[in-house]
């Protein structure tokens, strides 16, 4: 009964086939739409809602750069991928950028040809305890059963972290998170191990989060971001500039309640006059109007606020900034300067 | 016996006893007990095991379904209501039934489109699964599939128009040549439904579906127990005719024909399911310049067809392999010539036998449907794993969810077993 779109579809095909090879930037812009790949639900980073709106820390990501592009936050073409074919998806050219808690990894960006244009999340593997275990360290873990997941990263770093430490443990193979965190609360391991953000939103589901703890020791780098396509620097450069326009914003103290006072004439700090457009032509050196920051920002407010919104300590999620704090308070994220 | 008088005789019975009822331990209740669960003293100690087992599994699960609630807005709300005690959070179920049913982006006012041909499947099943209705009821069969299309994707009517007349003049093609053989016949048709079909997509405006009476509706928002309804239907209804081909090619005396159909059918019974579905997911969009793909719900059924077509051919080729070789000699000897031989003599008899064969794989495949999931298409299954499972407020809902996913999908296999069973009844014409 689709035939004819079948049909249509092979012809139109053959036509767009010499299209294809126009910029990222320029496709987008043609397209009105920001297609954007998202995971299938992570809670915090990506999940829709009950009218079926996505929300969450990496969707804002997406929605920024679609506010820088077109200058409409809704204006993006949410692509859920799974794990397995979210680089199919970005390498076909199905979507345009990929924020989807994805790791920074050598391979990835060498030999899967990605370019990871900065890190909005960096997170790392943690464990989790019941309280009554009564342990305060991973290293006094020694013969503790384990709960983990097979055929990932986070098995092999585990066993690179008993090794190091010269102490035993008992894993216990796992297919899935949702099965994991069964088994942890059945008893069937003493320790569950996964990445420290989801661990934190798995504890945010039990029925008394405060009964276990997540041990301070976190084992493995796991600098998530999003990402592009090799070969079209352009479009890597509005995606990361985006990003890093988010960070200087609060940085700057711009947020989405001051950014309508702060981008209706220049003020006293340049560098926000030159982030929000009301000097200086960095908007026209990405192929973006003047205001392109501004509408980013707008979009879901400054990293600090997108933050605090989805996966922030007012949250069931909980997560404290860490790491993930500016790097004026001793953490991880730093935007290089608009200049 | 002092009182025995002299006259007497020995006792002659000159009425009947009235009739009693039977010892209590020999009817009723009693005597089914007896009979089934208390035979022996083994089958004693059996029931009083089971009985003990019915009630902890009772007692277990009654208070957590009739403790439920039903009406909070997130698991935490759920567990401060609970307090405690042990219940079910079926609310859950209550505040996403919309996204379990029809996934998260099909728009909410238009639901009873879905729901519409959800309906008049029911119509447009009966007069196929029902042999006994009149046979002019297969009319709504032959519309229902450019009736649903029509509600369910919605956009510009000409598409399911040019789809259906299509067929139509592919039909009267058939219906002129095939008199002379049944090749033309078959071939002409669909040549003439395919130039119909190039005339439609030419001549349908590109930007027909803005001001459609139905709004449009792209398959990537389909999904929910919606999407494996539509990829079961649709699959089992179309691999089945396809199933047949590749049987009857399997069994053909031209090499190159037979060759084909074997081929086919062994190359996709050795691969997975699953292998497929990535192959039309991921593979697929290589090959297809960026933005311009075939639709993806469109790629899924093509490769569940092709994988149920395979299992379907064989099952059929275990019904032709049954009859006896008479029958086909049978056929040669009235002067029917192949395709009727077929259509008249075996295959009526070679498909009743393959019936449950059928029914298993049409079961089987329905299931399968769910592995759509893997590709992230927001089936039932998709829907529970992600984003509903991944929403803050109902992050640690497991058992509600999936019990609910297991109660659709087991009232719809459930039918379709029945409805097989009463089929074989009906069909029965040997000699038990």
């Known amino acids: 009964m689709k035939k004819t779109v079948f049909l249509g579809a092979l012809t139109v095909a053959g036509l767009a086939a010499g299209a294809a090879a126009a910029g990222t930037l320029d496709d987008v812009k043609a397209r009105g739409k920001l297609n954007c790949g998202v995971t299938t639900g992570l809670v915090g980073f990506a999940a829709p809602d009950a009218n079926g709106e996505w929300n969450g820390f990496d969707v804002a990501v997406c929605r920024a750069v679609a506010a820088a592009v077109l200058g409409d936050p809704a204006a993006v073409e949410f692509v859920p991928t799974t794990g397995k074919t979210r680089f199919t998806a970005l390498a076909s050219g199905e979507i345009d950028m990929l924020a989807r808690n994805t790791t920074w990894t050598f391979s990835r960006d060498v030999d899967l040809k990605f370019t990871f244009v900065g890190v909005n999340y960096y997170d790392g593997q943690g464990f989790m305890a019941p309280k009554a275990l009564g342990v305060s360290s991973a290293k006094e873990l020694d013969g503790a059963t384990v709960c983990i997941q097979t055929g990932t990263t986070t098995e092999l770093n585990l066993a690179d972290f008993f090794r190091a430490n010269n102490i035993s443990y008992q894993p216990v193979p796992i297919e899935t998170n949702a099965e994991a965190q069964q088994q942890y609360l059945a008893g069937a391991c003493d320790v569950f191990t996964t990445d420290a953000s989801g661990l934190a939103a798995t504890r945010a589901t039990f029925e008394a989060p405060g009964d276990h703890v997540l041990l301070p020791e976190i084992v493995s780098k796991e600098p998530l971001g999003p990402l592009v396509r090799h070969g079209d620097d352009e479009w890597g450069d509005v995606v990361r500039w985006t990003l890093n326009a988010l960070i200087t914003a609060e940085e700057l103290g711009v947020t989405s309640a001051n950014i309508g006072e702060m981008s209706a004439a220049a003020g006293g700090n340049p560098e926000i006059n030159r982030l929000l457009g009301t000097e200086g032509n960095l908007g026209e050196m990405l192929g973006l109007s003047a205001d392109w920051a501004t509408k980013a920002i707008s979009a879901s407010g400054n990293y600090g606020e997108i933050f605090e919104k989805n996966i922030g300590e007012s949250t069931p999620i909980g997560l404290a900034r860490g790491l993930n704090a500016q790097w004026t308070n001793g953490g991880l994220i730093y935007s290089p300067p608009f200049r | ?432």
């Not at chain 2, 277990?60 to 935490?76: C, D, K, Q, R, V």
């Not at chain 2, 041909?117 to 032959?142: G, Y």
């Not at chain 2, 439904?193 to 027909?208: D, R, S």
């Open chain 2, 1 to 432: 016996m002092s009182d025995k008088r002299a006259d007497s005789v020995a006792f002659v019975r000159d009425t009947f006893i009235a009739e009693q009822p039977a010892p209590s331990s020999a009817t009723g209740v009693v005597k089914w007990l007896q009979d089934n669960l208390f035979a022996t003293w083994a089958n004693g100690l059996l029931t009083i095991v089971s009985l003990y087992v019915v009630y902890l599994l009772l007692t277990a699960t009654m208070p957590w379904i009739f403790n439920g609630i039903w009406n909070t807005e997130s698991l935490a709300q759920c567990r401060e209501v609970l307090d405690g005690s042990t219940g079910a959070c079926f609310s859950v179920l209550s505040e996403r039934w919309n996204q379990l049913l029809f996934g998260f982006k099909y728009p909410p006012d238009q639901y009873w489109r879905p729901t519409l041909a959800f309906v008049l499947m029911f119509a447009a099943l009966a007069p196929v699964l029902f042999f006994d209705l009149p046979r002019k009821l297969l009319v709504i069969t032959a519309l229902f599939p450019f009736t649903a299309y029509w509600l369910i994707w919605g956009g510009t009517i000409l598409t399911p128009l040019f789809a259906l007349a299509g067929v139509v003049v592919g039909y009267f093609v058939y219906a002129r040549f095939v008199k002379n053989s049944f090749a033309a016949g078959f071939f002409g048709a669909i040549v003439a439904a395919l130039v119909v079909w190039m005339l439609g997509g030419q001549i349908i405006p590109e930007n027909a579906n803005d001001n459609a009476l139905l709004a449009a509706v792209p398959s990537r928002d389909l999904g929910g127990f919606m999407l494996n309804m539509m990829l079961g239907l649709t699959c089992v209804s179309l691999s089945v005719p396809i199933g047949i081909a590749l049987a009857l090619g399997r069994q053909s005396n031209l090499p190159l024909i037979k060759v084909i159909c074997v081929v086919f059918i062994e190359f996709i019974r050795g691969v997975p399911l699953i292998t497929l579905l990535f192959v039309a997911n991921v593979m697929l969009a290589y090959f297809f310049p960026p933005g311009s793909g075939v639709d993806l719900f469109l790629r899924v059924v093509i490769m569940i067809t092709m994988f149920s077509a395979a299992y379907i051919a064989e099952v059929i080729r275990g019904g032709l392999a049954a009859l006896p070789k008479g029958q086909y000699e049978a056929a040669d000897s009235l002067g029917l010539d192949y395709p009727q031989a077929m259509r008249l003599i075996i295959l009526p008899q070679a498909l009743k036998i393959s019936i449950p064969g059928i029914v298993n794989v049409a079961v089987g495949l329905f299931k399968d449907t769910t592995l759509v999931s893997v590709i992230s298409m927001f089936d039932l299954v998709g829907m529970i794993r992600g984003p509903i499972l991944a929403s803050t407020e109902w992050n640690g809902v497991y058992w509600e969810l999936f019990m609910a996913a297991s109660v659709l999908f087991f009232v719809v296999c459930y039918g379709i077993s029945q409805y097989s069973q009463w089929l074989e009844r009906r069909l029965a014409t040997d000699h038990r």
